[in-house]
Antibody, heavy 119, light 107 residues
Framework: QVHLVESGGGVVQPGRSLRLSCAASGFTFSSFGMHWVRQAPGNGLEWVAFIRTDGSNEFYAESVKGRITISRDNSKNTLYLQMSSLRAEDTAVYYC????????????WGQGTLVTVSS | DIQMTQSPSTLSASVGDRVTIACRASQSISSWLAWYQQKPGQAPKLLIYKASSLESGVPSRFSGSGSGTEFTLTITSLQPDDFAAYYCQQYDSYPLTFGGGTKVEIK
């Protein structure tokens, strides 16, 4: 079955960088668009970024544009999120999410990895 | 950006109740709407897509309706496993956006 396993979260100081990874298995990774969605503690869900099957196109939330880059390595079945210039408001659980059909909604979610931005 | 507004934010109900959650879009999104359920400490789970299509494996007591800007999620005969938070999400255009969530609590 589908498994999405995030890693790379932790405590990081404001202004620093962090890279999250998501190992995918149980489906043909290269055939599906992938997303990152985050959830600040006690808050709702916020879509962060999307990447097409072949990495040819990306979309970002305005709140992270210019500071975050989504990428993928289809040969390794792995999704990445490179985050820089981190702010306290980036503190959240980050979920790796598989897109369904055309990729614009979400049928499988990882367990999430917590990123805490604090000095 | 398309704003999604859910109501109510919290709902108290009893087992066996019929529950309705509303979701309004700031502009027409046709039927490009999904609903998710999230339990504490867990990732969200897809319930409904394209406004009214039931995801495989989801109990038939869940149903969705609406189009344009007004949508509803209905749970007929609420079960103990249904006490959770529910979110709507539009996928008409980027950026993808979620409603603020509705927490269904035990009355």
């Amino acid at each position: 079955q589908v498994h999405l396993v995030e890693s790379g979260g932790g405590v990081v100081q404001p202004g620093r960088s962090l890279r999250l990874s998501c190992a995918a298995s149980g489906f043909t990774f290269s055939s599906f668009g992938m997303h990152w969605v985050r959830q600040a503690p006690g808050n709702g869900l916020e879509w962060v970024a999307f990447i097409r099957t072949d990495g040819s196109n990306e979309f970002y939330a305005e709140s992270v544009k210019g500071r975050i880059t989504i990428s993928r390595d289809n040969s390794k079945n792995t999704l990445y999120l490179q985050m820089s210039s981190l702010r306290a408001e980036d503190t959240a659980v980050y979920y790796c999410v598989k897109g369904k059909a055309m990729g614009y909604y979400f049928d499988y979610w990882g367990q999430g990895t917590l990123v805490t931005v604090s000095s | 950006d398309i704003q999604m507004t859910q109501s109510p934010s919290t709902l108290s109900a009893s087992v066996g109740d019929r529950v309705t959650i509303a979701c309004r879009a700031s502009q027409s999104i046709s039927s490009w709407l999904a609903w998710y359920q999230q339990k504490p400490g867990q990732a969200p789970k897809l319930l409904i897509y394209k406004a009214s299509s039931l995801e495989s494996g989801v109990p038939s007591r869940f149903s969705g309706s609406g189009s344009g800007t007004e949508f509803t999620l209905t749970i007929t005969s609420l079960q103990p496993d249904d006490f959770a938070a529910y979110y709507c999400q539009q996928y008409d255009s980027y950026p993808l956006t979620f409603g603020g969530g509705t927490k269904v609590e035990i009355k």
